[in-house]
Structures are given as C-alpha cells and as structure tokens.
C-alpha cells in the first residue's frame, strides 16, 4: 500500500517562502511521478508542478520562477519551495504519487497541507 504524507504548511505573509515536504512509501520511488496539485476555497484543484523518474520538471504557468520542485530518490521525498508567495497562493497543497506496481497503475495521494498568505 502506498502511503503519501504532506507537511510544511503554515501561515506567511506575502512575499514570503514556504518548503513543502512530501514523503512516500510502499512503491519504487525512483520510477514514480510526482505532482503537487492545490485546492482553494471555492475553486476545483489544480495542478501546480512535477517531477517524474527520469527528472522530467514543468509548471503551471502562475508559479513558474518562483516554485521549485524537487525529489531526493535516497529520502523518498518530493519538495516544492514556494518564495514570493502571493494570497492567491492560499490553498490545500496535495501531494500525488503516480506509480507501476506489480503492472498496476497506481495514482495516491496525501491528506493535503494548508497554506494561507496572508498579511
């Protein structure tokens, strides 16, 4: 069974930077693509950023230049540093693991992290 857990979530002014932490067990890491996805109040969840096995990186275009993400295959372990956070980056950060067991697709997710920019 895959598990995925979220942390690094807070509360920070705008302009200010957040690292969000997502690890993952249950599957081969290295061959897994990750995602970070958020979810504002009142809004359907949207993609953010991702990585996948072979280091393959892209962005929705509102966070480009100022989120990286990143994977550490030795941890298990996806991060999103966030800087020059803005309100409308206030939302429910979720981590999403997609990965090949034994031939079977699988696509998990976290429990989410909240994030809230605000002054």
């Known amino acids: 069974q895959v598990q995925v857990v979220e942390s690094g979530g807070g509360l920070v002014q705008p302009g200010g930077s957040l690292r969000l932490s997502c690890t993952v067990s249950?599957?081969?890491?290295?061959?897994?693509?990750l995602s970070w996805y958020r979810r504002a109040v009142g809004k359907q969840r949207e993609f953010v950023a991702m990585?996948?096995?072979?280091?393959?990186?892209d962005y929705t275009e509102s966070v480009r230049g100022r989120f990286t993400i990143s994977r550490d295959n030795e941890k298990s372990a996806v991060y999103l540093q966030m800087n020059s956070l803005k309100p409308e980056d206030t939302a429910v950060y979720y981590c999403?693991?997609?990965?090949?067991?034994?031939?079977?697709?699988?696509?998990?997710w976290g429990q989410g992290t909240q994030v809230t920019v605000s002054s």
């Open positions: 249950g599957t081969n890491f290295r061959t897994t693509s």
């Open positions: 990585i996948t096995g072979n280091g393959h990186i």
């Open positions: 999403n693991v997609v990965s090949v067991i034994s031939g079977k697709l699988n696509n998990d």
